[in-house]
Each structure stands twice: as C-alpha cells, then as structure tokens.
C-alpha cells in the first residue's frame, strides 16, 4: 500500500461547481498535513496547512480525520484558474515528507 | 528575496556523462531536498539534509550523491548519467519542525539520452 494516496482524477467540473478531493494516508504517526497546487509541471506551492480542527481559506476548506487517516480539500465555486493538480503532502517523523500522486482537477467554462 | 534557487532550468546529458545540479536557497532553512518527478510518480525524495555536514538518503538515492557544507547550499551530483534519471528535479528547503512547509525551486527539466 502506497503511503499517500490520491484518486488521480482527471475531475473535469464546471464553472461554479463544488468539488471535492480525497487522501488517505498510511502512516498513523503522521504529524502534519498539507495540500500542495502543481501547474503544468512547475514548482509545487502551498495551497493551505491542514489542521485537525479543519480550516478554511476563502473558497477551499481543508479537514484532517486522524481516526479514519484521510485529509480532504474541498473548492466551492470553482473557477477556471483553478484548473491543476492538487499534491497531498504528509509529514511523518522528523522530516520525513511524503508526497501523493496529485489529483487533476479541469475547470470546463 | 530569491527563497531557493536551482540551476539549469534544462540540461541534456549523454549516457555516462556526469553533472551537478545546484540548489542555494536564503531563507537560513535547515532542512534542504531532493526530489525527482515522473509522470504517474509524483515526487519522490532522493536525499535530503538536515543541517550542514548532516545527509541522508530518501526513497531513491541510487546513482546520485549529494553534499552539504554550508547551510545555503546543498547540490546533487549524477555521477555517470542514465536514461533512467530523465525526469524533472525539484529542490525545497523549509525551517525545521513538524509544521513548517517547503519552499521549492523552479525545477530542473533533465534529460539523458
């Protein structure tokens, strides 16, 4: 079993729509959690921390279930900049990071 | 306010040849990586360090070698270039702790023919 997971997608969803990622992770020692954005193979940037308590920066809310080992990404009214791929990242021991696959997201006009 | 800065940006190597990719960020982050990027992969870590004159090996440090003698430095050798290390490498550093997010650079587009 891989250690990060993601559904590599592509999820093709229209303008305005609400989609949703998910990332299961196998390491229950896993200390923090992040979502990462990649374009067209450039440099990973940090979308948002993901804290247990879930948090939410404008139109994307981030959950962390510890019990269950998955972190979500949700992006209300997508737009079409949003179009990417969406890294899940696990931190777990000291420095050990661990990066998923990516989920493509397409935003269709 | 460069944060980490690689170079190239793109470099072709033939089979056997060798090279370094330069890492060098300005952000006094002690924990510096390596990581390599195949379709269908994602990223995987090749070596990274946690301090200088501190190294360790990540998922996949078979046929590079890297260094660490400053706290803004830390390049990747390929020693004797293979097909098998076409890939795009990216290199990040972050503060240390649990927390702390990495910073990339712009990525180095290799291929080896």
């Known amino acids: 079993r891989k250690e990060v997971e993601q559904d590599p997608g592509p999820f093709n969803v229209p303008e305005g729509a609400t989609v949703a990622f998910n990332c299961t992770y196998s390491?229950?020692?896993?200390?923090?959690f992040f979502w990462y954005r990649q374009d067209c193979r450039k440099e990973p940037k940090l979308l948002m921390s993901?804290?247990?308590s879930g948090n939410e920066d404008g139109r994307f809310t981030a959950q962390l279930n510890r019990a269950s080992q998955y972190i979500s990404l949700l992006i209300r009214d997508s737009k079409l900049s949003d179009s990417a791929t969406y890294l899940c990242?696990?931190?777990?021991?000291?420095?050990?990071?661990?990066f998923g696959t990516g989920t493509k997201l397409q935003v269709i006009p | 306010n460069a944060g980490v800065t690689q170079t190239p940006k793109f470099q072709v190597l033939k089979t056997g040849q060798s090279m370094t990719l330069q890492c060098a960020q300005d952000?006094?982050?002690?924990?510096m990586s390596w990581y390599r990027q195949d379709p269908g992969m994602g990223l995987r870590l090749i070596h990274y360090?946690?301090?200088?004159?501190?190294?360790d090996q990540g998922e996949v440090p078979n046929g590079y070698n890297v260094s660490r003698s400053t706290t803004e430095d830390f390049p990747l050798r390929l020693l004797s270039a293979a097909p098998s290390q076409t890939s795009v490498y990216f290199c990040?550093?972050?503060?240390?702790?649990?927390?702390?997010?990495?910073?990339f650079g712009s990525g180095t587009q290799l291929s080896v023919l």
């Open positions: 993901v804290y247990s």
């Open positions: 952000m006094n982050h002690e924990y």
């Open positions: 990242v696990v931190k777990g021991g000291y420095q050990k990071v661990t």
């Open positions: 990040a550093s972050s503060d240390s702790g649990t927390g702390k997010k990495l910073f």
């Open positions: 360090s946690v301090g200088a004159g501190i190294t």
């Open positions: 390491n229950s020692a896993s200390q923090s």
